[in-house]
């Protein structure tokens, strides 16, 4: 699986859109791009995920740029209850093998 | 997605023993995981179980320490054997489910260990 890299931390004001980006400049092309998020003292919890295109669900959009190099996870309206460390992870969608976390990027939330 | 449920949700041990961790899924599910999260660091897979075969372990991870059972498919144990101060982590149990959309990788809520 490619590896990804992400930024620590970032900050975001509530009610404002919280934009995690992620590079995954070695990925291949049947590896898809996962998105987990992680509550404190809670296990991680599937946000999105997506191959080349841009998707959205109920919890976020997530867009992947044209040579699928890196993508950003987009919360569009952040709250308190936002706050958590989020893992970007690359993988073969049908690998029975496990999902590998790297360090992830811890968002908060503020007031 | 599956639900997945824990026991116990946290305990406390002392050194040199061993404590045994359940983790029971809502639907039968052919891989199970196994991870561990140091405090303030990431996950980190112990190892693989597959119902009907013996588990397969991660570099750094062994089975006498580690000895898990995959009875069936909604149902594991990880035993953390002879325990020691380094073991205080949270234990994750994680399943990947490939018959139904969106064939993801879903996790239970974690046991967390002290070891004094």
């Known amino acids: 699986d490619a590896k990804t890299t992400q930024p620590p931390s970032m900050d975001c004001a509530e009610g404002r859109a919280a934009n995690l980006p992620c590079n995954h400049s070695t990925i291949s092309g049947n590896e898809y791009v996962y998105w987990y998020r992680q509550i404190h003292s809670q296990g991680p919890q599937y946000i999105i995920h997506g191959l080349k295109n841009n998707e959205t669900n109920e919890m976020a959009s997530l867009i992947i740029t044209e040579d699928r190099k890196s993508s950003t996870l987009i919360l569009p309206h952040a709250t308190l209850r936002d706050t958590a460390v989020y893992y970007c992870i690359v993988r073969v969608q049908y690998n029975n093998n496990d999902m590998r976390f790297g360090a992830g990027t811890r968002l908060t939330v503020k007031p | 997605s599956a639900v997945i449920s824990q026991k116990p949700s946290r305990d406390i041990c002392q050194r040199g023993t061993s404590l045994t961790i359940q983790c029971q899924v809502d639907s039968q599910v052919t891989m199970m995981f196994w991870y561990r999260q140091q405090p303030g660091q990431s996950l980190t897979l112990i190892a693989t179980?597959?119902?009907?075969?013996?588990?397969?372990?991660e570099s750094g991870f062994v089975i006498d320490k580690f000895p898990i059972s995959r009875p069936n498919l909604t149902f594991s144990t990880l035993t953390v054997s002879n325990m020691s101060p380094e073991d205080s982590s949270i234990y994750l149990c994680?399943?990947?489910?490939?018959?139904?959309?969106?064939?993801?990788?879903?996790f239970g809520p974690g046991t967390r260990l002290t070891v004094t």
């Open positions: 994680s399943v990947h489910t490939t018959d139904r959309f969106p064939y993801e990788q879903y």
């Open positions: 179980a597959n119902q009907g075969s013996e588990a397969t372990y």
